[in-house]
């Protein structure tokens, strides 16, 4: 058995060059698209990274393709960024216990306080 | 569990874009008769009370220039004849015509909403609907728009969204409620969203964008699929606009959205359907299911029942409706939506309200229930609407069909 045996059925042919039109005004999706993306934009690029466009100048759905290309770009390489930062902190982040964490967090403390005031103490000597 | 369950690898879901299932599927009827479609004597009144019949002459693009409305006042017109808000008003989905009369159409156009296609029009839904499982009852998941339908494939609840406002999940509403992605990664299994590609981008853009090992583009998931690379879940969005493609290309709109070109929609369903079917390993361990996310302001003549609510309350003013405080209560208009896989028997119609004995209601939430369902037993997040939401997978049997009984579409 195998695909060829399959039997075939045609899905309709047109034409897609006349039915094509990247001038065709935005659907209220796509408006939509446009002011989720923009808020996005705002919410998680930094200033540096933002497109600075004016979305009420978009009109046309080959106008806000471009946007929403340049857009969605932009969060992945955000998203890749931030992801690598965080993974790079968790790598640096030690991998003890809670309890041993605890244990070594109040540690220190003591030292350095024993330091400090010895600090002091040879300071005072001097 | 049946042969067909346990060779499932992966689910797949293509969701398009606002047609209601009488405009797609109805014309089925006449030959399939158990299919809940159109009689033809299904009518609603125009502006001078006139009753217009159903017709079966949709036109590709063109009708619909005007775009139906399809937010939660317009629905709510559409569904109740334009009876406002009262303590038990009835449903009797008669208000089509009346709603697409305020988008600026002439009297005349605003008929277009009753019409529908002949079956042959629209060749791969149509005989994937009579060839593997058709659902007589699967509703969006609310009387509205995109967005908020569109998140209940995700999450199982909008949140208490009706509308096209952009909403953040919380922190806390996502350790609750996570999306099925984040669940799958949290189960140690794989799920992928993959958009059309970046002109296009997806739909659910401002909470699962901030993790991008969701996303990938349908070049991708084609690839995904030769490779032998495909998650357990994945979730396909066609191509929202008419966008120039790569080395100069014209790539065409396949969401079906109005006024997008019909025919562009159905070949890409074809093109999924043919991806999965040509690689044998694939074919034998995919289920496919092909939804629309909302009727689109598409006349439909059943009419929505009621559901498990999932928590969550729209205010009058969110509604947009005087009087009516929404509770997540009632479903939104039926859509087209249609399982495939080689284990399941030719034809089947899984009946819908019009049988009250054997009706399995349907609607977005059984797409996460389904999914944590194969991949995720014993998760427990979730809403009550999912957590009581009808499952699919059972519709898979023990006999895999033979390649000469599975379709294969091709080019003229």
Request: glycine share 8%; hydrophobic share 35%; net charge neutral.
């Amino acid at each position: 058995m195998a695909l060829k045996d399959a039997p075939i059925i045609n899905m309709v042919n047109f034409d897609e060059k006349e039915a094509y039109n990247h001038d065709r005004p935005i659907s209220s999706l796509i408006r939509t698209q446009l002011l989720h993306l923009h808020t996005a934009e705002n919410l998680w690029l930094p200033p540096e990274d933002r497109t600075n466009i004016n979305i009420n100048e978009l009109h046309t759905e080959k106008q806000a393709s471009e946007y929403i290309q340049r857009v969605t770009a932009l969060l992945h390489r955000h998203g890749r960024r931030q992801q690598k930062a965080t993974s790079r902190a968790k790598a640096h982040r030690p991998t003890k216990s809670a309890k041993a964490r605890k244990k070594a967090a109040s540690a220190p403390r003591k030292r350095a306080s024993k330091n400090k005031s010895s600090g002091k103490k040879r300071g005072s000597r001097r | 569990m049946s042969a067909g369950l346990d060779a499932l690898k992966h689910i797949v879901v293509l969701m398009m874009e606002n047609r209601s299932f009488d405009h797609m599927l109805g014309g089925l009827m006449k030959d399939h008769p158990k299919i809940n479609g159109l009689n033809g004597d299904e009518s609603n009144p125009d502006a001078q009370g006139t009753e217009v019949k159903v017709s079966d002459t949709a036109s590709y693009r063109g009708q619909l220039s005007h775009d139906p409305d399809h937010h939660f006042p317009g629905v709510d017109v559409q569904i109740y004849g334009g009876a406002g808000f009262a303590p038990g008003r009835q449903a009797n989905m008669k208000g089509f015509i009346k709603s697409y009369a305020t988008q600026g159409t002439s009297a005349k156009d605003s008929h277009a909403i009753m019409n529908y296609f002949s079956p042959d029009k629209i060749p791969v839904l149509t005989t994937l609907a009579t060839e593997y499982v058709v659902f007589n009852g699967w509703f969006a998941s609310i009387p509205g728009p995109t967005i908020c339908n569109r998140a209940f494939a995700h999450y199982g609840t909008s949140f208490g969204n009706v509308d096209m406002n952009m909403f953040l999940v919380t922190d806390a509403d996502r350790a609750r409620i996570p999306s099925i992605y984040e669940r799958m990664k949290q189960g140690g299994q794989s799920a992928k969203l993959y958009y059309f590609d970046e002109p296009s981008s997806t739909m659910e853009i401002v909470n699962l964008l901030k993790d991008q090992s969701f996303f990938a583009t349908f070049d991708q998931f084609l690839a995904d699929c030769k490779s032998g690379n495909l998650p357990e879940y994945s979730f396909i969005e066609p191509n929202y606009s008419d966008h120039p493609g790569p080395g100069g290309g014209q790539l065409l709109a396949t969401d079906q959205h109005p006024d997008h070109h019909v025919l562009a929609g159905d070949n890409f369903i074809g093109q999924v359907y043919n991806q999965i079917r040509s690689i044998s390993d694939l074919w034998k361990s995919t289920a496919l299911l092909i939804v629309y996310d909302e009727h689109g302001g598409l006349f439909d003549h059943v009419v929505p029942p009621s559901c498990t609510p999932d928590g969550f309350q729209a205010a009058e003013a969110a509604t947009g409706v005087p009087g009516l405080t929404f509770k997540f209560d009632r479903l939104g208009i039926r859509v087209p939506a249609v399982l495939v896989s080689p284990y399941v028997a030719r034809g089947i119609v899984v009946p819908g309200p019009e049988d009250p004995a054997h009706q399995r209601i349907f609607e977005h939430s059984s797409i996460p229930a389904t999914v944590t369902r194969k991949f995720l037993q014993g998760n427990d997040t979730g809403t009550a609407r999912e957590k009581n939401a009808q499952t699919f997978l059972d519709l898979l049997g023990n006999t895999m069909r033979a390649d000469n009984e599975c379709v294969f579409f091709g080019k003229k």
